[in-house]
């Protein structure tokens, strides 16, 4: 992947490293998406589940925000994924590009023993 994500200039032009596949979402991983949310509480005294059903993109692009949504894949399972949000903001009193990461989340099971995010 080339770009910067806060610009929204991420292409999605793969990339491998250490045997993980790495790339912006599609369609085609909806179902890898909804399965790592579902299956990855968030663990405390109550845990959450921050699910994305029927359609994980569905819920894409609300309010007017530029989002991408970056997977990583251990051969054919789904191990990690994060979503940068962009939209207009003010800081300072200037207007400025606003960048939030959100639902980042590392599959307990597929991921153990790896080094994700590592160059």
Known sequence: MAGNAIDGELTAAPVTRRGVHYAVATARDDAAIRRLLRDNPMRGSISLSFEREPDYFRGAHLGGAEEQTIVAYDRD??????????????????????????????????????????A
Do not use: F
């Not at 200037?94 to 980042?104: N, T, V």
């Not at 989340?105 to 023993?113: P, S």
């Open 77 to 118: 399972r789904l191990v990690c994924m994060g979503r940068c949000i962009t939209r207009s903001g003010w800081i300072n009193g200037q207007p400025q590009r606003i960048g939030y990461l959100g639902e980042l989340r590392l599959d307990a099971q597929g991921a153990k023993g790896r080094r994700l995010g590592a």
